[in-house]
C-alpha cells in the first residue's frame, strides 16, 4: 500500500517537461491526419493563429471534448475522438500539432 500512495504523491505535482509532447503510435497517426486535412484544405493559418491563440486553454478544450464525446460518436468513431482529447490533455500537445502542421505546409509548398 505504501508504493500505491508514494505513487500518487508523485505524480500529483508532476509537470510535464517543456517542448512538444511526444504522442504514442495511435495519437501521432491520429495527429498526422488532422494536420494533413488542414494542409490539404489550405486552411493551415488559419489553424495555427487558433491553435497558437489557444493554447492556454487545450485542457479545458480536452474536457469539453470528453463531455461532447456521446454527441459526436453519432459522426466520428468513440475511440478516435477519446484518443485526440487524451492527447490534448497533455502539456505540450498543441506545439507538436502546430509543428506537425508546419512541416506539412513546407512540403506541399515545394
Known amino acids: 500500500m505504501t508504493g ?5 504523491w508523485d505524480r500529483a505535482f508532476h509537470i510535464d517537461p ?4 511526444k504522442p ?3 495519437e501521432a497517426t491520429l495527429v498526422e491526419r ?7 484544405r489550405r486552411m493551415s493559418q488559419p489553424a495555427l493563429l487558433f ?3 489557444s493554447r492556454p486553454l487545450a485542457g479545458v478544450g480536452a474536457a ?16 478516435t475522438w477519446s ?9 505540450g500537445s498543441v506545439e507538436y500539432l502546430c509543428l506537425r502542421i508546419e512541416a506539412l505546409e513546407r512540403e506541399a509548398s515545394k
Open 64 to 79: 469539453a471534448m470528453h463531455f461532447l464525446q456521446p454527441f459526436v460518436s453519432v459522426v466520428i468513431k468513440q475511440t
Open 18 to 21: 517543456p517542448g512538444p509532447a
Open 83 to 91: 484518443t485526440l482529447a487524451t492527447f490534448l490533455e497533455r502539456s
Open 24 to 26: 504514442t503510435p495511435e
Open 51 to 53: 491553435l497558437e491563440s
Open 4 to 8: 500505491k500512495w508514494r505513487e500518487i
Open 34 to 40: 488532422v494536420a494533413e486535412e488542414v494542409v490539404k
